[in-house]
């Protein structure tokens, strides 16, 4: 298909189409929006990005997003240090705090253990894990992963890990949808998933 605007527009929609949730469509809708708005829009999200790029990081503690390293979570000193909740991404850690329902720390895997894609325990955050929760007064993990089958076995594998570390580890309860994706939840069921957790 012929290039219908310049290269620096057809660059602008092929980057915006690979974003989550655009496609081509989308990217070329939401690049027509930037470019109608240079002023209002396109130039305080440029700034924005360039500054997110300068200054986003890794927490070196839990592995999830944020200008101090470690994180504003794992600074404050008013979280309960007996919980850790593991997670598949960033983004699920977000959707618990919007939640408000969760008081303790996280750790972000990086992913899920997945056979198809060749993804290894090697490849995720597990050694991290399994010395936080040696290393600490960590009471319980809580293993708020996916509902889906990776979620599961990923899930699984992580309770024969912990299991000599003496630690209690509990898993969401099937509040969260099979399929299902902490970043698409409502602040109702992740409060109430979280509520009635049981051991894994």
Not at 10 to 24: N, T, V
Not at 116 to 143: F, H, K, M, T, Y
Not at 178 to 194: C, K, M
Request: include cysteine; glycine fraction near 10%.
């Amino acid at each position: 298909m012929a290039a219908s605007a310049g290269p620096e527009i057809e660059r602008l929609i092929a980057l915006l189409s690979k974003l989550p949730g655009l496609g081509p469509r989308s990217g070329r809708r939401a690049a027509l929006a930037l470019l109608k708005k240079r002023d209002t829009l396109l130039a305080p999200l440029t700034a924005a990005m360039v500054e997110a790029q300068a200054k986003v990081r890794t927490c070196s503690v839990c592995g999830s997003l944020d200008t101090s390293d470690p994180c504003a979570i794992c600074s404050d000193a008013t979280r309960d240090n007996r919980l850790l909740c593991v997670v598949e991404e960033v983004g699920s850690v977000w959707a618990m705090e919007r939640g408000g329902s969760f008081k303790g720390r996280y750790h972000v895997l990086g992913g899920l253990l997945s056979a198809l894609d060749g993804i290894g325990p090697e490849a995720l955050r597990v050694g991290e894990l399994l010395g936080r929760a040696n290393a600490s007064e960590i009471a319980e993990v809580i293993l708020a992963l996916p509902a889906t089958v990776d979620g599961q076995t990923t899930a699984h594998y992580l309770a024969d890990r912990l299991a000599p570390t003496g630690v209690s580890v509990t898993m969401l309860a099937r509040g969260v949808p099979v399929g299902g994706d902490l970043d698409w939840l409502d602040d109702g069921t992740i409060a109430q998933a979280l509520r009635a957790r049981r051991p894994a």
